[in-house]
């Protein structure tokens, strides 16, 4: 029930605080938590759009589930905008909450938070919350998310923004799933954007896991990425490799 109160807490503090737009290494995240489970986790994307450099992110990750309902990661992240140098950009820590068990409810829910401390004071703290679903049909995984993001302390106006992430997945086998990924921003959350001026991606996406022995686990996902709006990138290439164990 604490939990749960303090999820609730931030979700009413982040909805009353220049538009938000996926990093080129965002990643759909999933409802699950696997209770006393360690994660290393390298993260990586690169995004071109017609008359704009190249821009290219990527993140390092230590994760750990403390609890049955609560897994926790920190993340430092690096950006390059074209030919520049790649340099660091932030400190991201996130949470996850799992609410009940799998197969409870209707469809499985999680809740996420994210802190993210920019290396640059001017861009101030970045708090990212939302709920997480997912629902499986047979060998059909299905994810949906609904995230709201706000900027503290930062030189530009402070609003709250509504972004997604979702996903279809086949579950062919372990090593080798297939689907898609698409992931997009509207604007303020009370007052979207005009289409022309929100960012939506969309494109294929492969998944797959193989056992190293033990409770060693490698996992990887990745997607390329074509834009739906003409305000998103022309391409989006994107991965995640994980090591549990």
């Given at each position: ?37 360690r ?11 017609s ?7 990527a ?31 932030a ?7 799992e ?11 999680g ?41 503290f302390r ?9 972004g ?12 080798f799933e297939?689907?898609?990924q ?15 001026v ?12 193989f ?16 834009k739906a ?17």
């Amino acid at each position: 029930m604490k939990a749960r109160a303090a999820v609730a807490a931030l979700l009413i503090a982040a909805t009353y605080g220049p538009s938000a737009y996926a990093d080129p290494d965002d990643y759909v995240a999933l409802p699950g938590v696997e209770y006393g489970e360690r994660e290393l986790e390298l993260r990586f994307g690169t995004a071109t759009k017609s008359g704009e450099d190249r821009a290219s992110a990527a993140s390092l990750a230590f994760g750990y589930g403390l609890t049955p309902w609560w897994a926790t990661e920190v993340y430092a992240k690096y950006n390059r905008s074209g030919s520049e140098a790649t340099r660091f950009d932030a400190i991201e820590w996130e949470n996850k909450f799992e609410i009940g068990e799998p197969g409870q409810y209707f469809v499985d829910m999680g809740f996420l938070v994210e802190l993210e401390w920019a290396n640059d004071r001017a861009e101030g703290y970045e708090l990212r919350i939302g709920p997480l679903f997912q629902k499986d049909f047979g060998l059909v995984q299905t994810n949906f998310n609904f995230l709201l993001e706000r900027h503290f302390r930062s030189d530009e106006h402070e609003v709250t923004e509504l972004g997604y992430q979702w996903q279809v997945k086949y579950r062919w086998r372990p090593e080798f799933e297939f689907g898609l990924q698409g992931f997009g921003d509207v604007g303020k959350w009370n007052d979207w954007d005009p289409h022309d001026v929100q960012t939506h991606t969309v494109g294929p996406a492969i998944f797959g896991k193989f056992p190293l022995g033990g409770q060693q686990v490698f996992k990887y996902n990745a997607a390329v990425l074509f834009k739906a709006s003409s305000a998103a990138a022309d391409r989006t290439l994107r991965a995640q490799l994980e090591y549990e164990f």
